[in-house]
């Protein structure tokens, strides 16, 4: 089946820091993937949908300037967590479709903000 | 807005009983619902889909049935195993909503040996 993997799977880092979370299509291409947050025993909140070649469409609430979203190429978006703080700690999962809406998930990114 | 629920959030059952788990949807104009599995530390796990115009899906040892009229999903588990033992996810999409996924708050499924 189709395969989404995520880099790194896990990152701690300083208040203050930026952390950078790549989330790749291995076998097809995604001209859109999404990104999501979760928090411990909550569910998957989407927090933006990011688009090859053009920006990123950002759900409500959610801050453009904080997490900065692109899309290289066909197979590759990054998420960036700018000046990150601890309220930014979370897992964050990309998701990718194979077809026009079967979306298929990353492992997920635990970022732990110190 | 739209919202994807669940009735119940923590679901107890004897291995080799049958699971059943429930979801409520809001969006009328959602015609894509699917079932994940996410296990402690990974991300969700594909189950089951069903579109719109389908009431009823059948997989291996997966049930999922869809009721429009109250806007009602359901994932049913047959015979399930410790290995099911997991968080469930219903989410929907929409055509009309560029095909994002919104996820539904979840329902832990814990098996008992």
Not at chain 1, 49 to 68: H, I, M, P, R, W
Not at chain 2, 47 to 60: A, E, F, L, T, V
Not at chain 2, 74 to 90: E, M, R
Request: include cysteine.
């Amino acid at each position: 089946g189709a395969v989404v993997s995520q880099h790194p799977s896990w990152v701690i880092c300083k208040s203050g820091t930026s952390v950078k979370i790549e989330c790749r299509s291995l076998d097809f291409q995604a001209t859109t993937m999404f990104w999501y947050r979760q928090f411990p025993k909550k569910s998957l909140m989407l927090m933006a949908t990011s688009n090859e070649g053009s920006k990123a469409t950002y759900e409500q609430g959610v801050e453009k300037d904080k997490f900065l979203i692109n899309h290289a190429s066909l197979t590759l978006s990054t998420l960036t967590v700018t000046s990150a703080h601890p309220e930014d700690s979370s897992f964050y999962i990309c998701s990718a479709p194979l077809r026009t809406d079967t979306q298929y998930f990353g492992p997920g990114t635990r970022l732990t903000v110190l | 807005g739209e919202s994807v629920g669940l009735h119940l959030p923590t679901l107890s059952v004897q291995e080799g009983d049958n699971s059943i788990i429930n979801c409520a949807y809001s969006n009328s104009a959602s015609d894509y619902f699917i079932w994940y599995k996410q296990e402690s530390g990974k991300g969700p796990q594909f189950i089951i889909d069903i579109r719109s115009n389908m009431d009823k899906r059948q997989g291996q040892r997966v049930t999922v049935l869809l009721n429009k009229t109250v806007k009602h999903l359901s994932l049913q588990i047959a015979a399930t195993q410790p290995g099911d033992s997991a968080v469930y996810f219903c989410a929907e999409s929409a055509n009309t909503g560029g095909f994002k996924t919104i996820f539904g708050a979840g329902t832990r499924l814990f098996v008992k040996a």
